[in-house]
C-alpha cells in the first residue's frame, strides 16, 4: 500500500544516516560475497574442467573391490573371514572381447582398452623403471588428451608397424634416446623387445613424462606374454557428469573395479565441498551483521516514532499496518544494500577476472579463475532482504502490538 | 432517545499496575446523535481515560461500550481499527499530527487508509475541509510552520476527514489563548448537529462547558453530574455560520 510505503520513506529519511550506514553494510557484506563465490566457483570450475580433461571418466580395472567367498565360508555357515585384500587376478580382465562389447553396447562415449605392464627401458646402457600402457591409438586418442601434449611425432604413429613406443620427454632425456631411437623394453615377465621412439610428449605430470610409455595393445601384450588380454578400461563420457552412474553400473554387470573420475577425487571434491560450506557459513554471518545494524535503526525509529504509531493507530490503522511499515523499512534497507551489493559484487568479480599473474618462468599468462553465476547474487540478495525483513518485523511486531493509549497517556 | 451513537454501560477500567489504579468507576453515560457534551472534571478524574473508552482505543475492565447499538467488547482489533477508521474522529489535547506531512497530506491520512475516494477526490476534499476551517493558505506548510490553533484546527480537519458521526475531543483547547479556544469551540460547536454528529469535548474550561448542550461531570473517575442545559434536539440544528459545513459527497 503506498501511504504505508511513504510513511516509511519518511521515517528512513529522518535516520538518513544511520540508513546509510547499514545499507553499507549490507552491500559490503553482498558484494564480497558474490565475489568471493566467484572467485571460489571459479577456482573450483577450473580445477574440476583440468581434472576431467586430463583423466579418464571411468577406470574400470581387472581388480575386485571385496574379496571372493572362501571356501571354509562357503562350507561353514558359522565362518566368517575380515580382513581380506582382493587378490590381483594376474589373468586380467577375463573374457575382454566379451566384456568390451558389452559396454559398448551402452556407454554413452568412447571406450579404450589396455593393458598396463611394468617393465624396464634401456638405451645405451642406461635403465630405467617404466610403466607400459598398449593401447589401440584411435581409442586411446578418442579418450585421452594426449594427442595435445605431444611434443614430437604423432601419436597415432604408433600404428606403423613393427614395435613402436610413444614415451615421456622426461623419460627420453633420462635416457638420453630421442626420436626415432630404438630402446629396449623389457617385462617384469622377462619378454624383451627393441621399440623405435616414434614420438615423444609432455603433460606436466612428472611421475608420467618419466615413466609413462605407450605401445600398441597387441605388442603389450606380447611383452605380457598373454594374448588377448586386457586389464585396464577406460572410458570418456558425453557428460562427465553421468560418469557415477555409469561407473555404478559397469560394475554390476562386470564385477569389476569401476571408478568414476569423482569416486578417485572423492577427497578433493570433499574439500570442495567443505569450502563451500565454510564459505557460505561466513556469507551467511556477514549477513546476519548487516542485520543487526537494520535491526538496530529500525528499533531506534520505532522508538522514535512510537507518538505517531499512536496517532496512526488512533485513526484507524490496523498492527497489520504498521508491522507493515517498519517490515518495508527494514526490506527497503536490506533491498537497496542488496542491489548495490550486487553492483559491487559484478565489479568485484569483473575486476578479479582482470588480474594476471605470471605462473613459473613466464611460459603462461594466468587469469584469476572467476565463474558468473546468477545463483550466487539470488542466494547473497535473497539472504540480505531476508535478514532485513527478519531484522525490520522482530521490532515492527513489538511496536504494532502496543496499545496507543499507554502512549498517548504518557505524552498527555 | 433512539439508539445511542456511544453507550457505556457499568464501565470500569482499572490499570492492572502493582497497585492497581482506578481509572474510570462505573460509568453509564449514552450520547445520541447530533448532541454536544462536555465532560469535565478535576485533573486527574479520568476525563481522557473515559474519552479512550468511548473512542475504542482502551478497552473496560468490566462493563460495555456500545457504538450505534453495537457491543465492542468482543471485536477483534482489526474490527474495531475499521470502526475508528469510519465511525471515530479523535482530537487529542496536543495536536498530534504527523511532522513529515504537509498540513494537507495530514487531513487526507484517513481518508487514504479508508481507500474509498480516488487520490484526486482525498485532494480536494481534504483542502474542501482545510478551508471551512480558515486554513486554506497553509495547506503546503509542514505542522511545526503553525500556531497552536492552527494545529489544533488541523487535527479537527483530519478528524472530520472521514465524515464519522462521532467527534471526541479531549481538552481541545487545553493549550491555546481564549482566541484561538473560542475559534475551536465555534467549529466544534458547528459540527455538532452537522448530519447528526456527535461531539464530545473533554474541558477544563467552565464557561465553555456551560455554552454545551450537555454538561457530564466527574469526580475521582465517577460521573457526579449530567445535566443538559438544551432540550434534547431531534434532528440537530442549523448548520453554523462559518467554519464546518461539511457535507458528505
Ligand atoms: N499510566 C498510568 N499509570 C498510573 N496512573 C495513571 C496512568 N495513567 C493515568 N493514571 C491515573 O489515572 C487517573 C485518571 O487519569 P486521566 O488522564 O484519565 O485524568 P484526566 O481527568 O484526563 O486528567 P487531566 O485533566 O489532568 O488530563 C489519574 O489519577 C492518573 O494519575
Ligand atoms: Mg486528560
Known sequence: MRLLLEIALTHVRGRARQTIVSVAGVTLGVGFAIAMAALMQGSQDEFVTTLIDAMPHVQITDETRTPRTQPAERAYAAVEIH????????????????????????????????????????????????????????????????????????????????????????????????????????????????????????????????????????????????????????????????????????????????VSWQEANESILEAFAVRNIIMYTVVAAILVVAGFGIFNIVSIITHEKARDIAILKSIGFRDRDMRLVFMAEGALMGGLGGALGAGLGAALTAYMGTIEFEFREATEVTHLPVTWNWIHYAIAVGLALATAALAGYLPARRAAQGNPVDIIRGAT | MSVPLVEARGVTRILPLTVPVRLVEDVDL??????????????????????????????????????????THAMTSDQRAALRLRGIGFVFQFHFLLPEFSVIDNVAIPMRRLGALSGREIEARSADILTRLGLADHMRKRPEQLSGGQRQRVAVARA??????????????????????????????????????????????????????????????????????????????????????????
Open chain 1, 83 to 258: 580382513g581380506l585384500r582382493p587378490r590381483d587376478d594376474p589373468r586380467g580382465i577375463l573374457n575382454p572381447v566379451e566384456a568390451l562389447a558389452g559396454l559398448r553396447s551402452w556407454v554413452p562415449g568412447a571406450i579404450s582398452a589396455g593393458l598396463n605392464v611394468s617393465g624396464v627401458a634401456r638405451y645405451g646402457g642406461t635403465d630405467r623403471g617404466v610403466s607400459i600402457l598398449g593401447i589401440e591409438p584411435e581409442d586411446e586418442l578418442r579418450v585421452s588428451k594426449i594427442a595435445q601434449d605431444m611434443t614430437s611425432g604423432k601419436f597415432s604413429d604408433l600404428v606403423g608397424g613393427g614395435f613402436a613406443a610413444v614415451i615421456g620427454d622426461s623419460l627420453a632425456e633420462r635416457l638420453g634416446a630421442g626420436l626415432n631411437d630404438s630402446i629396449r623394453i623389457s617385462a617384469s615377465t622377462g619378454v624383451a623387445r627393441n621399440f623405435k621412439i616414434v614420438g615423444l610428449f609432455h603433460t606436466g605430470v612428472v611421475a608420467t613424462d618419466e615413466t609413462m610409455v605407450y605401445v600398441r595393445l597387441k605388442s603389450a601384450q606380447v611383452l605380457a606374454a598373454r594374448q588377448n588380454a586386457v586389464n585396464d578400461i577406460r572410458i570418456r563420457l558425453g557428460d562427465p557428469d553421468a560418469a557415477s552412474a555409469v561407473a555404478a553400473r559397469a560394475e554390476e554387470l562386470l564385477a569389476l573395479k569401476s
Open chain 2, 160 to 249: 472530520l476527514a472521514n465524515d464519522p458521526p462521532l467527534i471526541l475531543a479531549d481538552e481541545p483547547t487545553g493549550s491555546l489563548d481564549s482566541a484561538a479556544s473560542e475559534q475551536v469551540f465555534e467549529i466544534l460547536s458547528d459540527i455538532a448537529g452537522q448530519d447528526g454528529k456527535s461531539v464530545i469535548a473533554v474541558t477544563h474550561d467552565t464557561d465553555m462547558a456551560e455554552r454545551m448542550d450537555r454538561r457530564v461531570h466527574l469526580i475521582d473517575g465517577r460521573i457526579v453530574s449530567d445535566e443538559r442545559r438544551r432540550p434534547e434536539r431531534p434532528t440537530g440544528r442549523a448548520p453554523g455560520p462559518g467554519a464546518a459545513g461539511i457535507p458528505l459527497e
Open chain 2, 30 to 71: 449514552a450520547v445520541g446523535p447530533g448532541e454536544l457534551v462536555a465532560i469535565t472534571g478535576p485533573s486527574g478524574s479520568g476525563k481522557s481515560s473515559l474519552l479512550y473508552l468511548l473512542g475504542i482505543l482502551d478497552a473496560p475492565t468490566s462493563g460495555e461500550i456500545l457504538l450505534n447499538g453495537e457491543k
